[in-house]
T-cell receptor, first 112, second 113 residues
Framework: GNSVTQMEGPVTLSEEAFLTINCTYT??????LFWYVQYPGEGLQLLLKATKADDKGSNKGFEATYRKETTSFHLEKGSVQVSDSAVYFC???????????FGAGTRLAVHP | DTAVSQTPKYLVTQMGNDKSIKCEQN?????MYWYKQDSKKFLKIMFSYNNKELIINETVPNRFSPKSPDKAHLNLHINSLELGDSAVYFC????????????FGNGTRLTVT
């Protein structure tokens, strides 16, 4: 079946460090891929998405590239801020109706 | 002007009770969802309705019954609550078109004692 695997957290970084959160997927076909972010006490918000191979999604300094050959969608940011501390979820969509399959989430903690 | 609002925010109850969680969206979306997030933050879809019709029904115990009186509301009723039902339940909505983003509510933390 379809699934998403993310690196386990927590990821702890100092402010201005480089961030990578790994995400790989298994799917029968060509899914759309998403990163959602969940700040403490809130619901998830869409961070970025890519709908086909080699597409790059970007938002708020975060980027992820849809790599079909490695079935990956790793999230990167060049310089993290304390305000980026949150849980990040990789997800895929297949079959319509926006049915998302989420990874387990990766908690990011950024220290000043 | 909250887009997706769910009530209550916290719900503490005893095993065997019946409880409901309400959700409303003012985005004009046609599709609404219920997701369950367990203690390890793992999120799993439970149900989805499109314009009041059930379109996704994952393997969920039939103690859980969603109800959509209109396309702006999707409520979740849970009968005979069990300890394992303790989780955060998120309501979400979307336009329903492919790749459109989901808009989530802030969650309802259910604790069954």
């Amino acid at each position: 079946g379809n699934s998403v695997t993310q690196m386990e957290g927590p990821v702890t970084l100092s402010e201005e460090a480089f961030l990578t959160i790994n995400c790989t997927y298994t799917a029968t076909g060509y899914p759309s891929l998403f990163w959602y972010v969940q700040y403490p006490g809130e619901g998830l918000q869409l961070l970025l998405k890519a709908t086909k191979a080699d597409d790059k999604g970007s938002n708020k300094g975060f980027e992820a590239t849809y790599r079909k050959e490695t079935t990956s969608f790793h999230l990167e940011k060049g310089s993290v801020q304390v305000s980026d501390s949150a849980v990040y979820f990789c997800a895929l969509e297949m079959g319509g109706y926006n049915k998302l399959i989420f990874g387990a989430g990766t908690r990011l903690a950024v220290h000043p | 002007d909250t887009a997706v609002s769910q009530t209550p925010k916290y719900l503490v109850t005893q095993m065997g009770n019946d409880k409901s969680i309400k959700c409303e969206q003012n985005l004009g979306h046609d599709t609404m969802y219920w997701y369950k997030q367990d203690s390890k933050k793992f999120l799993k879809i439970m149900f989805s309705y499109n314009n009041k019709e059930l379109i996704i029904n994952e393997t969920v115990p039939n103690r859980f019954s969603p109800k959509s009186p209109d396309k702006a509301h999707l409520n979740l009723h849970i009968n005979s609550l069990e300890l394992g039902d303790s989780a955060v339940y998120f309501c979400a909505s979307s336009s329903g078109s492919s790749n459109s983003p989901l808009h989530f509510g802030n969650g309802t933390r259910l604790t069954v004692t």
